[in-house]
């Protein structure tokens, strides 16, 4: 089991103070009792590191500096004080039911751990405090986390209603980019249709942030999550007054009203960075070079086969601060970039606890997060993915727009030094440990698990999951957003050829409009 920095300092605290303690006990002679102390000493002992445990793991030490110190002297006389209060009870419950013990030799022992307690052991227990304050105050602080939370309630207050499903096209969002007011708007260029790419300007502070979106025709999470929080924005200027946001909402248009990754020439703009072959991608140059940002939010939608770490949970939320370089050094640029995802993944630990990924930070200059990166910029890739039974992904449209505005806020009232950058590294690598539905083989044990996949296609301006059989194999080590057993199909054992014929899967698909 993985313990916090705070929990091991505390567990080394009441360690030590046990250790000075037993010294007490047996300087004052008190040997008589010996076995009378093991039941007082042992309760003693399991309270404390039970009650060191739910503070070092519970309690939001990233994000208070100030009170540490003092904690830490606080928490060693609580410790004192209930090592004190343990021993008396036990002892005076050992005096009731033990007949042979001299009552004298009780009250000896109570009155000589009490002068041992407070007299002698108060010397130590300040030492020991102050030891651990300061070490709990090594700990990285990440700002606070309050912004957000106190925005969750208000969260249909500035939801974009005309926004929703999967299928968000540039015709879409024109109305509703009419009805805001921008302190600019610049035509970058056109697509390789011909179809308009447009940044826009939101805010006059001086930190600028530049964002973009649907840099993937069909990855549509992002862009709806991106007019919430111009929503707010719009509803809440003072809130955001010191920064500047710039975004593109869909640099894809083309990919965009065909529900395509690629653009019109099938080139992936997110592997043309360095190239700059598509006109899309010379659109987003262009606008990096005219706001020359203090920070890049670069936003994507990711598959459903993704957990949060080798485990069942999916990875609803992932970021990642791509590297600069091969060999993945971290440098100035990267750690601001990881200290707004601290604060982020922290915020989102409140909402969906153990549901956020981060993705591998293999360095690839075509990439475009790594471009930018390596010319000085922090660059945040967002990635939204499944949240339980949300496959329109509104849910996860939440989850984004309050990161986005949780990075906003914190970009707002702080400096981003990248002092506070190692809380990033507590956030687990994504793995590819999930299927749309696994059918589990109860018949065999784990011979023909069937692992299903979704194929996403756009009919009549739906999108309709088409689901495709994507492996039948030993899948005991993975799992489904939705799982069966192989005897809800069959009535007996049947081979992997025959699943394949005899499974339909036109029962597991759906639409979403």
């Not at 096209?169 to 697509?191: A, D, R, V």
Request: charged fraction near 20%.
């Amino acid at each position: 089991m993985s313990l916090k920095p705070a929990t091991k300092y505390i567990f080394i605290a009441i360690f030590l103070e046990f250790y000075f303690a037993f010294l007490t006990l047996f300087a004052f002679g008190i040997r008589s009792l010996d076995n009378q102390l093991i039941l007082p000493i042992f309760i003693a002992i399991v309270t404390t590191y039970w009650v060191g445990y739910q503070l070092g793991e519970k309690f939001p030490w990233e994000r208070y500096d100030s009170i540490r110190i003092l904690f830490g002297i606080v928490f060693q006389f609580l410790l004192l004080l209930t090592m004190l209060l343990a021993g008396w009870l036990c002892l005076v419950i050992v005096s009731v039911f033990d007949r042979t013990l001299d009552t004298n030799d009780v009250l000896t022992a109570i009155l000589l751990l009490i002068i041992g307690t407070f007299i002698f052991g108060g010397i130590q227990t300040f030492v020991i405090g102050l030891w651990l304050g300061y070490k709990l105050n090594t700990i990285e602080k990440i700002g606070e986390l309050t912004f957000v939370n106190n925005l969750q309630m208000e969260y249909t207050n500035y939801k974009e209603p005309k926004l929703f499903g999967r299928y968000i096209t540039s015709s879409m969002i024109k109305p509703l980019l009419e009805k805001h007011t921008f302190e600019n708007k610049i035509l970058l260029g056109k697509s390789v249709q011909g179809n308009s790419i447009s940044l826009y300007q939101k805010g006059n502070g001086r930190t600028k942030i530049l964002i973009w979106s649907q840099m993937h025709g069909n990855e549509s999470t992002t862009t709806k999550a991106l007019f919430d929080v111009l929503n707010y924005m719009t509803q809440n200027p003072s809130e955001l007054e010191n920064i500047s946001m710039f975004f593109i909402p869909i640099l894809n248009p083309d990919g965009a009203e065909v529900y395509n990754r690629m653009n019109a020439n099938e080139i992936d703009l997110n592997r043309d960075a360095y190239d700059l072959s598509q006109p899309e991608s010379q659109c987003l140059r262009k606008a990096y070079k005219l706001v020359q940002p203090d920070f890049c939010f670069n936003l994507h939608d990711q598959r459903t086969i993704f957990s949060a770490g080798k485990t069942q949970n999916p990875a609803t939320v992932s970021f990642l601060a791509p590297s600069y370089n091969g060999a993945r050094e971290i440098n100035h640029t990267r750690k601001k970039a990881m200290e707004v995802i601290g604060v982020m993944n922290a915020m989102l630990q409140t909402k969906i606890p153990n549901q956020v990924g981060r993705f591998d930070d293999s360095f690839n200059l075509n990439c475009t997060g790594d471009m930018y990166t390596s010319l000085g910029t922090p660059t945040i890739l967002f990635e939204s993915g499944h949240y339980q039974n949300d496959y329109a992904r509104e849910q996860t449209r939440k989850y984004i727009s309050l990161s986005i505005l949780e990075a906003l806020a914190y970009i707002n009232q702080n400096e981003v030094t990248g002092k506070y950058y190692k809380p990033y590294f507590t956030i687990p690598e994504n793995d590819k440990l999930f299927f749309d539905i696994l059918i589990r083989d109860d018949f065999y044990g784990d011979n023909n698990h069937i692992g299903i996949l979704f194929k996403e296609t756009l009919k009549n301006n739906e999108i309709h999951f088409e689901p495709y059989i994507a492996m039948i194999e030993d899948l005991s080590n993975h799992y489904g957003h939705q799982e069966r057993k192989l005897s809800d199909f069959f009535t007996k054992p049947i081979s992997k050829k025959d699943i394949e014929k005899e499974l339909n899967l036109r029962d597991f698909g759906f639409k979403i409009a």
